[in-house]
């Protein structure tokens, strides 16, 4: 009893500490601490017990016990453990209870072992609505929706579960039809039943469909409301969007969560809605849903577009946790309205503190580059991303290069002719390299005092192992007196006199520089 008090107070540490002094441990503590654990999303620490306390100790397991176990090896994805578990359960006799039978066919399944599933399922002595209902998902699950239809077909009593979790496997293989018809079959639909449907038809852009269904619904919950809006937005149809969360918020009795906000919020930005956007934000701050990275990101990412950069800096100065996503935002939107150099700074920072960028990051800080005219750094960027990040380039990528290349005079079809001959997947190649010496070249011409295109076109010598080449530039800068400004514009930016020098004591030209050299 002070096991179980302790585990519902989600004191568990010290309902561990009682049951190490328990003289004598049973399996209703262990199953108690263990499922506890696995409530608490910690199923790792309930793996680790079931191991070192109750397997170390010899306290026998009940049949309630390898449920919670096998549940625990499924989301910390140790398959390895699970057969382990299976193998006890051999040992101690227990496969034909009907709830371990049910866990075994989980983990299975989870595991796309569907055959071990099933030779689980056909052993088992007992079975139950839970038993038909976890094979059939396994199948729908691992993409065997013909044998998932065999076994619906067989099963006489049939839930809203099995209905809807047959839907489901026709809805992600693409067939609405056969979907439709098992729906409209189901002697009573859910909401659940009811959402998948909606979502088929969304997903696939038949809106007037979904919203058919919608409103022919008898109750709807929040699913239904973030499935419209989502799809709404991956459809581009923010407007449409932004009027059904305002129908939304007239039902009162429906509360918007952070899965309502976050596409909302990228409605209000993609149309520009500064007025709409901060709104969605009192709303947040008026409710008690919890800022979290992707609703932050959101946030920021909506001031961002919509030209509140310095509100997005803050908030994005505030979020105590980070990801890809949120510094591209940034990047994203000082780029977007014009502030190419703070764009490059936040990409730099990026990677001082230790986040890899993405092929997104570079779209964004490539696009930046693009509308600032800083075809260097835009090079500079674009080598990176092929050279250091072995990230292939898209057409993205290669759009931006284009337009940020045709500013210095460089024709395009020559540039779309040097890009053709790059080979799908080949990262830095020679066609590359030889496309980054045109460039370096004719941004020399331009302004040939310039330290960075000289040392832009030796990286590339470099980077081919041409070190006669390499050789041959450094000379040309030691003529021309470069040679000397590359160690003043990273050390003292502000003795340098020339023009093209002051330039490369911008914080980020000088890393450029120097990671290039």
């Known amino acids: 009893q002070a096991v179980k008090k302790l585990c519902a ?52 397991p009940n049949h309630y016990t390898f449920p919670i176990v096998l549940k625990g090896c499924v989301e910390i994805g140790s398959f390895t453990e699970g057969e382990k578990v299976h193998g006890r359960v051999f040992k101690l006799g227990l496969e034909p209870d009907l709830f371990v039978t049910n866990g075994l066919i989980h983990l299975y399944s989870a595991f796309q072992k569907t055959g071990n599933a099933r030779l689980v399922f056909d052993g088992g002595s007992v079975l139950d609505s839970v038993s038909w209902n976890t094979m059939i998902a396994g199948y729908v699950k691992n993409g065997e929706v013909d044998s998932a239809r065999e076994l619906f077909d067989e099963m006489t009593e049939r839930d809203a579960v099995t209905w809807t979790s047959m839907i489901g496997g026709y809805i992600g293989r693409g067939e609405m039809e056969e979907a439709r018809c098992l729906f409209d079959k189901m002697p009573s639909r859910d909401t659940p039943s009811w959402n998948c449907m909606i979502n088929g038809y969304a997903r696939i852009g038949c809106f007037w469909v979904a919203l058919e269904l919608f409103n022919s619904m008898p109750s709807r919950n929040v699913t239904s409301w973030n499935t419209l809006l989502d799809h709404l937005v ?54 008690d849903i919890k ?10 990412t909506m001031y961002a577009k919509c030209g509140a950069v310095d509100v997005a800096r803050n908030l994005f100065d505030q979020m105590l ?24 700074d936040m990409f730099l920072e990026m990677e001082k503190r230790g986040q890899i960028p993405n092929g997104s990051s570079f779209v964004s800080v490539l696009s930046a580059c693009k509308r600032c005219g800083m075809v260097l750094e835009g090079w500079w960027c674009f080598d990176l991303m092929s050279r250091v990040y072995e990230i292939d380039p898209k057409v993205q990528h290669y759009g931006c290069i284009l337009e940020l290349l045709a500013m210095v005079g ?6 779309e002719e040097l890009v053709k001959e790059v080979p799908e997947g080949a990262g830095s190649t020679h066609s590359t390299t030889e496309l980054g010496e045109i460039v370096a070249k ?3 011409e331009l302004s040939p005092t310039d330290v960075g295109p000289y040392v832009l076109l030796a990286n590339m010598h470099a980077a081919a192992g041409d070190w006669d080449s390499v ?47």
């Open 442 to 444: 004719r941004l020399i």
């Open 234 to 287: 991956c459809h581009e149809h923010y407007r449409e969007c932004l009027s059904l969360f305002d129908t939304m918020l007239q039902e009162r009795e429906i509360k918007p969560n952070k899965f309502t906000l976050l596409p909302v919020l990228t409605a209000c930005g993609n149309l520009g809605d500064l007025d709409r956007g901060q709104q969605v934000h009192s709303h947040i701050t008026r409710t």
């Open 321 to 344: 946790d980070k990801n890809v996503v949120s510094w591209n935002a940034m990047i994203l939107g000082y780029g977007m309205h014009g502030h190419g150099e703070k764009a490059l």
């Open 9 to 60: 107070l989600r004191a568990v540490a010290h309902a561990v500490l009682f049951f190490k002094s328990t003289q004598e441990p049973d399996a209703f503590m262990c199953n108690t601490v263990m499922r506890t654990y696995v409530g608490g999303k910690d199923a790792s620490s309930a793996v680790r017990f079931y191991r070192d306390e109750m397997v170390g100790n010899d306290v026998v």
């Open 471 to 517: 050789e041959d530039v450094r000379k040309i800068m030691k003529e021309s007196g470069l040679q000397k400004e590359v160690g003043s514009s990273l050390f003292q930016p502000g003795g340098i006199e020339s023009e093209g020098s002051k330039k490369d004591g911008l914080p980020h030209r000088r890393v450029m520089i120097y990671s290039m050299l």
């Open 291 to 300: 800022f979290d990275v992707a609703l932050s990101t959101a946030l920021l």
């Open 410 to 415: 460089l024709m395009k079809e020559d540039i």
